[in-house]
């Protein structure tokens, strides 16, 4: 018959203070990320919607010339390159 030992109450006790330590180091964590996020600089929204507005109005939008006019194919990026190559494909 095999022998049998006997439990130390002391593994419960262990596991229970491991919990505790990592729910404490997680509330750590979590502190020091509200705390990095509090001291992040904030902007008012009426500023960054002034500057948006702004930013909107002296950069030109290629994609809508409706507002911007009709752009020469040569300022356009976005128009197709002419390319002059040396290869053609078949």
Known sequence: MPAYELRSGGDAKNKK??????KLRRLNE?????KEDL?????????ASM???SY????????VPSVWGNVEKRDDPYAPQQSGGCCIVM
């Open 51 to 53: 500057s948006l507005i």
């Open 39 to 47: 001291d992040r600089p904030r902007v008012k929204v009426a500023e």
């Open 30 to 34: 979590l502190n020091l990320r509200l």
């Open 56 to 63: 909107c109005n002296n950069t030109k939008d290629y994609m």
């Open 17 to 22: 203070q491991s919990m505790a330590d990592l």
